[in-house]
Nanobody, 126 residues
Framework: QVHLIESGGGLVQAEGSLRLSCAGSGRTFMNRSMGWFRQVPGKEREFVAA???????AYADAMKSRLAISRDNAKNTVYLHIHSLKLEDTAVYYC????????????????????WGQGTQVTVSS
């Protein structure tokens, strides 16, 4: 079982930057591939970024120039840096962990993740 807790959201001005954190529990956290997704009320959840247990990364095409995903296994934490924030980045951001350990393939579909955090709200203002 993996428990995930996101933090770092809040109200940010457009063109600003933000670092979201996802703290995970368990000794197997370092062995799991992780993802970040976001959702706006009334819209489908969408993929933002992914990081495999062995360091491969992927980003949503529309956002890739503004994103950086990383992890600190010593702290059981995954980070998502978002730069040059836009009004349309306003959403609840969720981190997720793959159910199976050592999955080296990138997953951009939410259904492939088994564990989810509660989300952190990011609101971008003009």
């Amino acid at each position: 079982q993996v428990h995930l807790i996101e933090s770092g959201g809040g109200l940010v001005q457009a063109e600003g930057s933000l670092r979201l954190s996802c703290a995970g529990s368990g000794r197997t956290f370092m062995n799991r591939s992780m993802g970040w997704f976001r959702q706006v009320p009334g819209k489908e959840r969408e993929f933002v970024a992914a990081l495999t247990w062995n360091g491969s990364t992927a980003y949503a095409d529309a956002m890739k120039s503004r994103l950086a995903i990383s992890r600190d296994n010593a702290k059981n934490t995954v980070y998502l840096h978002i730069h040059s924030l836009k009004l349309e980045d306003t959403a609840v951001y969720y981190c997720a962990a793959r159910g199976r350990e050592f999955t080296g393939t990138i997953a951009t579909i939410g259904a492939l993740y088994e564990y989810w955090g509660q989300g952190t709200q990011v609101t971008v203002s003009s």
